[in-house]
């Protein structure tokens, strides 16, 4: 089955500087990466994902790169601000049947935003 | 529209017991997926339920089932509850079809004593 490894498992940057987290996954069938952010107490909330035909996408200071042929993802927060603080968790999915979705997650990453 | 809900939120069991959880999908979503979440394990799929069939299953033992209804509400029941069954057990929908992003509810944090 699929398996996803995520890097660095804590992550400490100073304000208005770049975090990247980076993760790989085994199953080279996985065609959908989504990226949640969970803050302490809170529930998992989807800030990005990416689809297989597609290498790069970009929200506002986030961004995210597929390297199909590496089978690996990585997650780019530029400018970080103290609120991004929080644990952040890949994950990959494989083809699905009409939506029938199972996300494999990475352990998670801790980043945390030094004023 | 209004987000995921679970209830309940929180829930104290001793072992042995059973429990069962409730999730109701945002709505339009057919798809409800369970996951648990501990620290030592990270965020672990239990099973995905759409037209309340289940389609997918995680290795998680026969205690652990579920069902869903026919408004997409779904429930997850735990039989003979152990110790290391303490987790947050989160719920996820989504549509179906080609729109693959899940949103998660706030989660039941069960505790076993």
């Known amino acids: 089955g699929e398996n996803v490894e995520q890097h660095p498992s804590t992550l400490s940057v100073q304000e208005g500087d770049s975090a990247v987290i980076k993760c790989t996954y085994s199953?080279?069938?996985?065609?959908?990466f989504p990226w949640y952010k969970q803050e302490l107490g809170k529930r998992p909330q989807l800030i990005i994902d990416i689809r297989s035909n597609v290498g790069e996408k970009k929200d506002q200071r986030i961004a995210v790169t597929l390297n199909k042929t590496a089978k690996h993802f990585s997650l780019h927060i530029t400018e970080t601000q103290p609120e991004d603080s929080a644990v952040y968790f890949c994950?990959?999915?494989?083809?699905?049947?009409?939506?029938?979705?199972?996300?494999?997650f990475g352990q998670g990453t801790r980043l945390t935003i030094n004023p | 529209k209004a987000g995921v809900t679970q209830t309940p939120r929180y829930l104290i069991k001793t072992r042995g017991q059973q429990v069962t959880l409730s999730c109701s999908p945002i709505s339009g979503h057919r798809s409800v997926s369970w996951y648990q979440q501990t620290p030592g394990q990270g965020l672990q799929f239990l099973f995905e339920y759409f037209s309340e069939t289940q389609r997918n299953k995680g290795n998680f033992p026969g205690r652990f089932s579920g069902r869903q209804f026919s408004n997409s509400r779904s429930e997850m029941n735990v039989s003979t509850l152990e110790l290391g069954d303490s987790a947050l057990y989160l719920c996820?929908?989504?549509?179906?079809?080609?729109?693959?992003?899940?949103?998660f509810g706030p989660g039941t944090r069960l505790t076993v004593t």
């Open positions: 996820a929908s989504s549509l179906v079809g080609d729109r693959y992003e899940q949103y």
């Open positions: 994950a990959a999915s494989g083809p699905s049947i009409q939506g029938a979705q199972k996300l494999v």
């Open positions: 199953d080279s069938a996985s065609n959908y």
